[in-house]
């Protein structure tokens, strides 16, 4: 593994959840697996005054109980990190930071805005004023990157205002997973795949993201966000760009994501008249979940008693280009389902004549089957001959993991992404054109929903959602891949 340059990365909001969940866990990793250079400094940066071994009890509080395997090396890991106090709202707290790095354009500083993103504003005027927006910095927005195409586009204005957008990193975690990267691979590295990826063979698409859990506490945040602005919009439409890209012509950043853009743009927009066709919403009412009796939506913390936000949404997407027009791609995500599993399915046609009387249990049984949660997996599913007499097919799994094969570490994506954004690597980051497409392709839908006073449909806590979003696929013959 090539290991970093000389950094820094810099934590804004570094005694929140996101950072002791995932990022410190995933800089752990890092650095255990070698891949972080010897001088590669982690300042923490948190309003609350304190110093470092106040910070480093949190950490050991609140981060090391998700770090699966602590070894020897934590005190080293330990030694990387510094804490400082840093309120957004104060400029003179930019300066000690600035003295605390130095102003050092060779230098890769990486900044990790892992804070509200109303402070994004504040939190990158304050980096130029001191000079830390120089050619070495490179800035990490977490989501959620507006509420809206508006609301969007003022967040990535301001940044813009200081930072070139060679050095934003809009994350979506989704992205940083080794079996989405292995479906590149296996469709591009291929020759086998690609002739067959396209209307002429490929039935429809499915991608999964359910979620077990319910709001956990941050009934607030969700209450005003919802299932297609906190789901759709960003992870769901990624990993619809990954399967329907056309090959890029190399692997540089723009390349692909100029690629990850048309097929943004093609999709096919919704007309009033068919988004009650094409999109479900849903909201989950108590059931069980793990065994355990949990309560409705409108029951959590900090949630409207009357809200009608979603906590489901399935829809039929379209794209319309030459190969994949009249084929669908049906999303769906939610909270509170029966599973927590997410997936990409693409099911193949059948094919043209059943030469041996298959029972329906063994129609259209091609599949390429994408699991990123909650193991990684690729496998295709394909049917062969029943060993023994007589000519009976059965089923048979291709297993095209080979990280399942190997001895090697999966890396979490989030390390993954971090390593990414040390080595300067904008492949797995989306760009802002793609936001702004994204977004402008679900406003109707957020437009249409504000207007309505239809509240969304009701669903067991622990089902897989309104019955509604079956009949989205039942219509056209097929049913939602629910293989745990
Ligand atoms: N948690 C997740 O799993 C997750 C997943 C995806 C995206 N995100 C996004 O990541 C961001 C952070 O999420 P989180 O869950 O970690 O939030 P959080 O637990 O509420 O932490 C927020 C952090 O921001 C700091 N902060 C607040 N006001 C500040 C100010 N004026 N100046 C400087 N720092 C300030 C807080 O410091 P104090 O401790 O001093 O208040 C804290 O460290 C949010 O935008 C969230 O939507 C989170």
């Not at 994408?370 to 060993?387: A, D, N, T, V, W």
């Not at 399942?404 to 054109?433: K, N």
């Amino acid at each position: 593994m090539a290991t970093t340059q000389p950094f820094d990365m810099v934590l804004f909001g570094a005694t929140g959840d996101l950072v002791m969940r995932k990022i410190l866990p995933s800089l752990y990793a890092a650095h255990r697996s070698g891949a972080l250079h010897a001088d590669g400094r982690i300042v923490a940066l948190g309003r609350t005054a304190g110093d470092l071994s106040d910070y480093l009890a949190q950490v050991q509080a609140q981060s090391m109980p998700h770090i699966k395997d602590i070894g020897d090396d934590w005190a080293a890991f330990a030694a990387r990190i510094s804490y400082l106090p840093l309120d957004a709202g104060e400029k003179d707290h930019f300066q000690r930071l600035a003295d605390t790095l130095g102003v050092r354009p060779d230098r890769v500083t990486v900044c990790y805005l892992a804070t509200a993103p109303r402070l994004f504003t504040k939190i990158c005027a304050g980096l130029r004023d001191v000079g830390l927006n120089h050619a070495g910095v490179r800035v990490v927005l977490e989501k959620p990157l507006g509420h809206d195409l508006q609301s969007s586009e003022e967040i990535n204005a301001d940044v813009a205002r200081h930072f070139a957008e060679n050095q934003i990193y809009r994350i979506d975690h989704y992205l940083g997973k080794e079996s989405v990267q292995n479906l590149m691979a296996l469709r591009f590295g291929n020759v086998l795949l690609e002739p067959l990826w396209r209307r002429e063979w490929i039935d429809h698409v499915q991608i999964t993201i359910a979620e077990e859990i319910g709001v956990e506490g941050r009934g607030d945040f969700y209450d005003r966000t919802g299932a297609l602005r906190d789901m759709m919009q960003n992870h769901l439409l990624q990993l619809l760009c990954m399967v329907a890209m056309e090959p890029p012509a190399n692997f540089s950043a723009d390349a692909v994501r100029d690629e990850k853009l048309k097929v943004l743009k093609a999709l096919r927009p919704f007309s009033a008249d068919d988004l009650a066709l094409r999109v479900v919403r849903g909201q989950y009412r108590a059931g069980v979940a793990d065994g355990q009796a949990v309560p409705g939506y409108q029951d959590e913390p900090n949630v409207a008693p009357e809200s009608s936000t979603e906590t489901f949404v399935a829809l039929r997407a379209e794209i319309s280009n030459w190969r994949w027009s009249g084929v669908p791609f049906y999303l769906r995500t939610g909270k509170r389902l029966a599973a927590r599993l997410a997936e990409i399915v693409i099911s193949f046609r059948d094919v043209p004549l059943d030469l041996f009387q298959r029972p329906n249990s063994l129609q259209s049984t091609n599949r390429l089957v994408i699991r990123l949660q909650p193991e990684e997996s690729i496998s295709l599913h394909m049917l062969g001959k029943e060993p023994g007499e007589g000519m009976r097919l059965q089923p048979t799994v291709l297993n095209l993991d080979l990280h399942a094969a190997s001895r090697r570490r999966r890396a979490d994506a989030y390390e993954r992404l971090l390593l990414d954004v040390i080595h300067g690597r904008l492949g797995l980051f989306m760009r802002r054109d793609e936001l702004a497409a994204a977004w402008s392709w679900v406003e109707p839908i957020l437009d249409s929903w504000a207007r309505e006073d239809t509240p969304p449909r009701p669903y067991a806590a622990g089902s897989w959602g309104p019955a509604a979003s079956n009949a989205l696929l039942s219509r056209s013959g097929a049913a939602w891949h629910e293989e745990i």
